[in-house]
C-alpha cells in the first residue's frame, strides 16, 4: 500500500477567517516540526513547490520581483505573472496569486520547529474549498520535509480525495458557509 493511500488527514482544525467587508481572508496556522530556514526553501525554491504547492513557479520566490505562478492540473494553463512584494528570509513572504494577495510568515518555535501562517485572500465561496486544499498542501509539505513524501496533491485530483470532500464540509461548518464545490458538468 502507497504512502497515499494510507493518508488521511485530520480534522478541520488551524484556520480561521477574517472579513472586511466584501474582503475575505483565509488564516491558516500549522505547526511544522521544521525549522525555519527549511520552510523557507520549502515555500520559495521552485523544486519544492513542485513538490507540495498548488501552483509551479518560474524562479524562486526568495527575492522581490516578478515571478510567473502556473496553477498545477487545471484543463488549460493558468499562468499568472505576480508580484514577490516582500521577502525577508526565513520569516515573512508576500506575493500575488491569481488577483490575490498571500503572506506567509514563519516563526521560529523553542522547540526548534516553526509556527507557519498563511493569510489568503479568496473569493468568500471558495473559503471552505481554499482551507481543505491548503490543509492537505500542509500535510504533503510536512511529510516532505519530514522526508515521507506523498507527492502533491492539487487541482481537480485533490477534490476527488475521500479527505478533502470530509474537510470542505467540517471547514464550511466552521467558518458559518455554503461547502464549496465547482458547478456540476452539463452533460450533453
Known amino acids: 500500500m502507497s504512502h497515499r493511500a ?56 526568495g527575492a522581490v520581483g516578478t515571478a510567473k505562478l502556473s496553477t498545477v492540473g487545471t484543463p488549460t494553463p493558468q499562468v499568472a505573472e505576480s508580484q514577490v512584494k516582500r521577502a525577508d528570509a526565513p520569516r515573512l513572504l508576500e506575493y500575488g496569486w491569481g488577483g490575490n494577495d498571500m503572506r506567509w510568515e514563519l516563526e521560529p518555535l523553542e522547540s526548534g520547529g516553526t509556527r507557519l501562517t498563511l493569510w489568503h485572500n479568496i473569493h468568500r465561496g471558495f473559503i471552505s474549498m481554499g482551507a481543505a486544499g491548503w490543509h492537505i498542501c500542509f500535510d504533503v509539505l510536512d511529510r516532505l520535509l519530514t522526508g515521507d513524501p506523498l507527492g502533491r496533491i492539487v487541482g481537480p485530483e485533490v477534490m476527488k480525495f475521500d479527505g478533502w470532500q470530509r474537510l470542505n464540509a467540517e471547514y464550511a461548518r466552521q467558518f458559518g458557509v455554503e461547502p464549496a464545490g465547482l458547478p456540476p458538468t452539463p452533460r450533453t
Open 6 to 61: 494510507k493518508y488521511t488527514p485530520g480534522p478541520a482544525a488551524g484556520a480561521r477567517i477574517q472579513k472586511e467587508g466584501e474582503k475575505w481572508t483565509l488564516v491558516l496556522v500549522r505547526d511544522l516540526r521544521h525549522p525555519p530556514t527549511k520552510v523557507w526553501e520549502a515555500i520559495t525554491a521552485p523544486e519544492h513547490l513542485r513538490e507540495w504547492a498548488p501552483f509551479d513557479s518560474d524562479r524562486n520566490l
